[in-house]
């Protein structure tokens, strides 16, 4: 088994998900530079079955093997691509359905750097709703073993 981080959620829940280094080598490396961390768990308006929380990278995060198409169980890496990277916002967001990645201006490619596997695809989806329905709730997110 590759390595793994958990997110445990204020109401309840907890999902594992697998980093697929092989996808996105330097955006697994800047986000293992985060953990452990916790911060608020938003629901998207834009790309549908989406809960996103916004980070702040300590390094650099260049666009690898870029998707538009996500599928249950992606867990991706956003950034104002365009701006000063300063000023840049960025995000990490894990898709319960299979949607297109976009915000107001269209479609939005992302980095994929891991995967929640198919037998947490219900916890995901009830997660997902339950943020929809009753709003924000916070997240911790960290290491799960797998040797990080």
Request: proline fraction near 6%.
């Amino acid at each position: 088994m590759g390595k793994r981080i958990v997110l445990r959620f204020e109401r309840g829940g907890e999902l594992l998900a697998d980093l697929v280094p092989e996808l996105a080598p330097r955006t697994v490396e800047a986000f293992l530079k985060l953990l452990p961390f916790e911060t608020t768990v938003y629901h998207s308006r834009w790309s549908g079955r989406e809960i996103n929380f916004p980070v702040k990278s300590p390094v650099a995060v260049p666009r690898e093997s870029q998707t538009t198409q996500m599928s249950t169980g992606d867990v991706i890496y956003w950034k104002e691509w365009e701006l000063d990277p300063a000023r840049a916002a960025e995000a990490i967001a894990v898709y319960y359905g299979a949607e297109v990645s976009r915000d107001h201006r269209g479609r939005l490619p992302v980095n994929v750097f891991a995967r929640v596997p198919s037998s947490q695809w219900k916890a995901i989806e009830e997660i997902g709703v339950r943020i929809w329905q009753r709003g924000i709730e916070k997240v911790t997110v960290s290491s799960a073993g797998g040797g990080l």
